[in-house]
C-alpha cells in the first residue's frame, strides 16, 4: 500500500497556474507569465503546507483543439524535477501524466529519476488521455487507449519497484535483463488514477493507491465513492483507497471584483465550513483553486488559505 497522507485527515494541494493554460480554468495573466511566476507560486505553496502541487502533460495539441485547450502544457517530468529543485516539503503530483503515450521503460526511468532526486516526493497521477491525434502522431492505438493504458501501469509497477533488473511479461510490452538505476527513493511509488467514466473508476478501483475525479461536482461524488470501494472489494484489494476531489472555485475573503457566480469566497471559517463538507462524504485530499488577476494575488490567497482556512479543515 502506498498511502501518501495521514488517513481520517483532510489534506489540501494545488493544480499549478502557467504550466498549463485550458481556456476552462487559467487566469488572463497567466498568458505573459514566466517560469519566476511559476516557481513562486510553488514556493508559496510549500510554504503554506500543500500536501501536493500539481502538473498536466500533452505532448502536442492539434490545432482543431488549440482554442479551447490553447497549446501550452509543460512537460510534467521537467516541470516536476524543476519544482523539486526549488522546494523542500510539498508532493510532486503529475495530474495526469498520459502514460499510455510513451514506454512504461521510459516513464519508468523519468519519474525513478525524479523521485530519487525530489526525496521520495512523487505522487505519479496517471490517465487515459482523450486527444486522439497526439495517439495517431506518437504511434499509440488510440481506440485501445484504455487497454494501453491498464498494461502500462501493470508494467510500471514492476519497472517503479525496487530491482534493478525488472522483469514484466504482457501482450505489449515485455522486458527484462534491462538495469536501471537510479532506483526511486519510495519503497513503493504511489499511483493515482485520474477518470470519472466508468471505465476510469473502475482502473482507479483495482489498480490505483488513489482516485482523481475529474469534475464531479459534489452531489455525484457519494455514488461514485460508494462504486469505487465495490469494485475494490470485488477485486479483493483490503487497502483503503486515497480519495480526491476538485473544489469549487476559491476566493478567500470578499474579492471586491467578480470572481464568478460558481466562486465560493467569504470569511476562512466558512470556506473551512463548506470544505469540510467533502471530507464527510469520504473525501481524503481536495485539490483547491483560487480566482486571482495577478501572481501577488494568487501567493496572497495561497498564503491566507494556508494560515486562515487550513487549520479548521479538520475541526
Not at 509543460?74 to 516539503?89: M, R
Not at 469520504?282 to 491566507?304: M, N, P, Y
Request: net charge negative.
Amino acid at each position: 500500500m502506498a498511502r501518501v497522507f495521514p488517513q481520517g485527515r483532510l489534506v489540501y494541494g494545488m493544480q499549478l497556474p502557467v504550466q498549463s493554460q485550458s481556456t476552462i480554468y487559467a487566469e488572463p495573466w497567466e498568458a505573459a507569465a514566466t517560469a519566476a511566476d511559476l516557481a513562486e507560486v510553488a514556493r508559496a505553496a510549500d510554504r503554506a503546507g500543500f500536501g501536493y502541487v500539481a502538473t498536466c502533460d500533452h505532448v502536442a495539441v492539434p490545432r482543431r483543439l488549440a482554442g479551447p485547450m490553447s497549446t501550452v502544457w509543460y512537460d510534467p517530468v521537467a516541470t516536476l524535477s524543476f519544482l523539486a529543485g526549488i522546494t523542500e516539503h510539498v508532493r510532486l503530483l503529475s495530474h495526469v501524466a498520459i502514460v499510455g503515450l510513451r514506454h512504461p521503460l521510459v516513464s519508468a526511468k523519468q519519474y525513478a529519476t525524479l523521485d530519487h532526486l525530489s526525496g521520495g516526493r512523487l505522487i505519479l497521477g496517471v490517465g487515459a488521455g482523450h486527444v486522439q491525434e497526439e495517439f495517431e502522431a506518437l504511434g499509440v492505438d488510440f481506440a485501445r487507449r484504455g487497454a494501453v493504458l491498464d498494461e502500462t501501469l501493470d508494467a510500471l509497477r514492476a519497472a517503479l519497484g525496487p530491482e534493478e533488473y525488472p522483469e514484466f511479461e504482457g501482450e505489449l510490452f515485455s522486458f527484462r535483463d534491462l538495469g536501471q538505476l537510479p532506483r526511486p527513493a519510495q519503497a513503493r511509488i504511489p499511483v493515482w488514477v485520474g477518470g470519472s467514466s466508468p471505465a476510469g473508476l473502475r482502473r482507479a478501483a483495482v489498480r490505483g493507491d488513489g482516485w482523481l475525479p475529474q469534475g464531479d461536482p459534489r452531489h455525484r461524488l457519494p455514488a461514485q465513492i460508494a462504486r469505487l470501494r465495490e469494485l475494490r472489494a470485488e477485486a479483493g484489494i483490503g487497502e483503503p483507497v486515497e480519495i480526491g476531489a476538485i473544489t469549487e472555485a476559491l476566493y478567500v475573503g470578499e474579492p471586491g471584483w467578480d470572481t464568478g457566480r460558481r466562486t465560493l469566497t467569504g470569511k476562512a471559517q466558512a470556506l473551512a465550513e463548506s470544505l469540510r463538507e467533502y471530507g464527510a462524504l469520504g473525501v481524503d485530499q481536495i485539490q483547491v483553486r483560487f480566482r486571482s488577476r495577478d501572481r501577488a494575488e494568487l501567493t496572497d490567497q495561497i498564503a491566507a488559505f494556508g494560515a486562515e482556512v487550513a487549520p479548521h479543515l479538520n475541526d
